[in-house]
């Protein structure tokens, strides 16, 4: 089979790496993909919103099966597109990848269909949301309504912060067109927990649970970022909490969707808060989750692509993913100065005693071979083990054996969640 993977970065080249060891798999492409992940897939240089040249080229060559993973594409309809051109793929309709494409589409979803949330408010207009700051609970959360690269939403400690974060999504226009419109959130506490899962529409296989690291520095302080590492599974996610998560809001969200015209089938990502009270939803992503499947997928015991498959096609079973009952550890190495300004170009090397698993996210290659530097999340750095302490501590292990100039990563993924397994 030759297949397509929509993409270029990390996630990407985990879900590539998975697809491969399917023995019926001649060639995967990737479009983009990046200098790092070429000894997997072969790159094309066509950017992932460019929903016509990717139909153009899955038409061209003969693609049997197409993967779109970034949040982007499948917003934009490309699935729907590939479809339409007797291309089968994976991934949620236009219609229901609004779930992620709008934050104020989904919590009114929650809302209308009793699926525990934070309470929230939403504003069009910057002065009615002023006047509302000035009276409601802080901290509160702002969130930009469309998508903003992971990165569209602020916390706010105290009034003057609300403020700033309005003026700057609504006026100032930080994350565009997505600000125009914003959710102003009831602030939760508790452990937050991922979990992705795959659904054909009528049924919901979860897979193992994750906990990421969202802040650029140790102690989860800094500014936000796409994520810093990830561990699974999350100790946070009990049985019980499973249980109550799936009877809850897993099949509900489904049934709704599906009441709404929206059918979803592909990988959807409930970004959870355990909250006194229970899980509530903080989030939902209409796709895998970028470093979340970089530590997901390598506990996968099942073949990814006859899950997809099916998951497409709406005939997935439960009994279609297995997955171990190892733990896992992914440690994002950055470039210095991410998420901010950061200087790019340098050579990466590793030793020749490397054991880790490599997830490259952003990376190019120099005429000479080399691979060079070219994103502020550069490379996640993967361990299995039997136990996560085990996991943790051989995944710090290989980064030791990873070099590029300028690379920075925290010290700490993993310490909480190891914290919570000893209380």
Do not use: W
């Not at 779109?68 to 219609?95: M, Q, W, Y």
């Not at 054996?401 to 397994?421: E, P």
């Amino acid at each position: 089979m030759k297949l397509l993977v929509v993409g270029g970065g990390g996630r990407e080249h985990a879900i590539i790496k998975k697809l491969k060891e399917n023995k019926s798999v001649e060639e995967i492409f990737a479009l983009p993909g990046n200098g790092g992940m070429a000894a997997d897939a072969t790159c094309v240089n066509i950017g992932a919103k460019d929903i016509d040249a990717i139909v153009d080229f899955a038409k061209n060559n003969a693609i049997d099966f197409a993967v779109v993973a970034p949040d982007d594409p499948l917003v934009l309809g490309c699935v729907d597109a590939l479809k339409e051109a007797g291309i089968p793929a994976f991934g949620p309709s236009k219609a229901a990848a609004i779930i992620e494409g709008s934050k104020v589409f989904s919590k009114d979803l929650m809302k209308k269909y009793g699926i525990p949330t934070a309470e929230y408010e939403v504003f069009s207009d910057k002065d009615a949301a002023l006047a509302y700051l000035e009276t409601c609970p802080i901290p509160t959360v702002i969130k930009a309504d469309g998508l903003a690269l992971g990165k569209g939403v602020i916390i706010a400690e105290t009034r003057e912060e609300a403020k700033e974060a309005v003026v700057s999504m609504m006026e100032d226009k930080i994350f565009g067109e997505s600000g125009s419109n914003i959710v102003v959130e009831e602030f939760l506490t508790g452990p937050e927990v991922s979990v992705l899962s795959f659904t054909d529409g009528n049924i919901v296989v979860p897979m193992v649970s994750s906990m990421d690291h969202k802040r650029a520095l140790d102690g989860d302080k800094g500014l936000n970022t796409g994520g810093m590492g990830t561990i699974a599974p999350n100790p946070y996610y009990t049985a019980e909490v499973a249980e109550r998560c799936m009877k809850e809001i897993f099949l509900p969200t489904i049934e709704a969707m599906k009441k709404e015209d929206r059918e979803f089938r592909g990988c959807l990502y409930f970004g959870l808060m355990i909250t006194e009270k229970g899980p509530k939803v903080i989030e939902y992503n209409c796709r895998f989750g970028d470093p979340e499947t970089q530590v997901v997928l390598p506990l996968l015991d099942s073949d990814l692509l006859e899950i997809m498959m099916a998951t497409a096609a709406g005939t997935l079973k439960e009994e279609m993913v297995q997955f171990a009952d190892d733990a896992a550890c992914c440690v994002v190495m950055a470039s210095n100065g991410y998420p901010q300004a950061y200087e790019k170009g340098f050579p990466i090397t590793t030793d020749e005693d490397f054991g880790g698993i490599l997830y490259v996210a952003g990376a190019k290659l120099a005429e000479d071979g080399a691979v060079l530097t070219n994103g502020g999340r550069v490379l996640g750095v993967v361990a299995r083990a039997e136990k996560l302490e085990d996991a943790v501590a051989e995944a710090y292990k290989q980064v030791e054996k990873v070099h590029f100039d300028n690379a920075y990563y925290r010290k700490d993924i993993g310490a909480k969640a190891l914290a919570a397994k000893e209380a």
